[in-house]
């Protein structure tokens, strides 16, 4: 059958590239030790992996060829969620730290203290929602067409407090976190001396990388709670608060999958906006941080080194700069 939706192919063709382009900073980033930043570009290449494949497979049909596969990515789902706002509070911590002349990642331990913290809010916490959302899991997963795999989520009271308010949360603590930061950073601009003594003691980091996470976190500031929030409310529009009664009667006839035809469920504007946010928005923040970082001095060095190791192996290498002719490099055969 075909595609019944207006995103088709603009939606895969995007979220190939978002996995694509939140990978490629990744190298540096681990080896800068930036785990909150590693995390947040790895929510996001898996969120737009699981996308693509989800929007390729259930393109115009209602089949169901692989419920482990829609068992793992309608978690994923879930995962996303609360990994990348995770991450984000990741990031405004080490900032944080970082602004207020804490002593961070000096030396190994601290960086291995900073890492195990960090993977313990980035991955565990997300994890930890994971695992909680099957209490308020009413049966196995939905398939949407056109859209694919989805998390389903029993509309009852202890679900706000298991998994729904757990990104609002980690927003409100990343906003904490930037809010200081960014006034922080004004002082810090008019004594901008001290300012770089004290980014240039972190080997990890640089002012403009500093920066540009300073700006990640604002965006995500302004962003977080407020679409948290609204995806909230959009998702609950018409659906009224179920009590719980009992494990028994929220799992009953678990191992139920809904087949929902896009003709249905585009049919509630509510639902269909929070399902667009859900898959869109991991999109965005992977284009969003490869505009932050793609382009940066670290990277351009290291695709620079890519290309002259992919050329070395048609035997083509740069040749050595002379005198007169600084910085610039022409192509010699071997």
């Given at each position: 059958?075909?595609?019944?939706?207006?995103m088709y192919p603009?939606?895969?063709?995007?979220?190939?590239?978002?996995?694509?382009?939140?990978?490629?900073?990744?190298?540096?980033?681990?080896?800068?030790?930036?785990?909150?930043?590693?995390?947040?570009?790895?929510?996001?290449?898996?969120?737009?992996?699981?996308?693509?494949?989800?929007?390729?497979?259930?393109?115009?049909?209602?089949?169901?060829?692989?419920?482990?596969?829609?068992?793992?990515?309608?978690?994923?789902?879930?995962?996303?969620?609360?990994?990348?706002?995770?991450?984000?509070?990741?990031?405004?911590?080490?900032?944080?730290?970082?602004?207020?002349?804490?002593?961070?990642?000096?030396?190994?331990?601290?960086?291995?203290?900073?890492?195990?913290?960090?993977?313990?809010?980035?991955?565990?916490?997300?994890?930890?929602?994971?695992?909680?959302?099957?209490?308020?899991?009413?049966?196995?997963?939905?398939?949407?067409?056109?859209?694919?795999?989805?998390?389903?989520?029993?509309?009852?009271?202890?679900?706000?407090?298991?998994?729904?308010?757990?990104?609002?949360?980690?927003?409100?603590?990343?906003?904490?976190?930037?809010?200081?930061?960014?006034?922080?950073?004004?002082?810090?601009?008019?004594?901008?001396?001290?300012?770089?003594?004290?980014?240039?003691?972190?080997?990890?980091?640089?002012?403009?990388?500093?920066?540009?996470?300073?700006?990640?976190?604002?965006?995500?500031?302004?962003?977080?709670?407020?679409?948290?929030?609204?995806?909230?409310?959009?998702?609950?529009?018409?659906?009224?608060?179920?009590?719980?009664?009992?494990?028994?009667?929220?799992?009953?006839?678990?191992?139920?999958?809904?087949?929902?035809?896009?003709?249905?469920?585009?049919?509630?504007?509510?639902?269909?906006?929070?399902?667009?946010?859900?898959?869109?928005?991991?999109?965005?923040?992977?284009?969003?941080?490869?505009?932050?970082?793609?382009?940066?001095?670290?990277?351009?060095?290291?695709?620079?080194?890519?290309?002259?190791?992919?050329?070395?192996?048609?035997g083509v290498k740069?040749?050595?700069?002379?005198?007169?002719?600084?910085?610039?490099?022409?192509?010699?055969?071997?």
């Amino acid at each position: 059958m075909p595609s019944h939706d207006p995103m088709y192919p603009l939606f895969p063709t995007f979220a190939f590239l978002g996995f694509v382009v939140s990978l490629i900073p990744l190298p540096w980033h681990i080896q800068a030790w930036n785990s909150g930043t590693c995390a947040f570009m790895l929510w996001t290449a898996i969120s737009c992996l699981t996308g693509f494949v989800n929007s390729i497979v259930w393109s115009g049909n209602l089949r169901n060829p692989a419920p482990v596969w829609c068992d793992i990515s309608s978690k994923i789902i879930i995962g996303v969620s609360v990994g990348i706002p995770a991450a984000i509070l990741c990031i405004s911590r080490r900032l944080y730290y970082l602004t207020s002349g804490t002593t961070v990642s000096i030396t190994h331990e601290d960086k291995r203290r900073m890492v195990i913290i960090d993977l313990c809010i980035a991955v565990g916490i997300p994890v930890i929602i994971m695992t909680l959302h099957y209490i308020v899991q009413g049966h196995r997963f939905d398939i949407l067409e056109d859209i694919g795999c989805y998390p389903v989520v029993y509309n009852t009271l202890p679900a706000y407090f298991l998994y729904l308010m757990w990104p609002v949360v980690l927003g409100a603590i990343s906003f904490v976190f930037s809010v200081f930061v960014a006034l922080t950073l004004r002082s810090f601009w008019i004594r901008r001396l001290q300012f770089n003594q004290l980014i240039t003691s972190n080997s990890s980091m640089s002012v403009s990388r500093y920066l540009r996470l300073v700006l990640l976190a604002i965006i995500d500031m302004m962003c977080t709670v407020p679409l948290g929030v609204y995806t909230i409310w959009i998702g609950n529009q018409g659906i009224g608060l179920a009590p719980w009664i009992s494990w028994e009667d929220t799992h009953f006839n678990f191992s139920r999958v809904a087949l929902v035809p896009a003709l249905i469920w585009r049919s509630d504007r509510s639902f269909t906006i929070s399902v667009e946010l859900t898959r869109w928005l991991p999109v965005l923040c992977a284009f969003l941080f490869f505009a932050l970082f793609g382009f940066a001095s670290e990277a351009q060095r290291c695709y620079k080194i890519a290309f002259w190791r992919v050329m070395g192996v048609f035997g083509v290498k740069p040749a050595p700069a002379t005198p007169s002719k600084a910085g610039l490099k022409t192509l010699s055969l071997g």
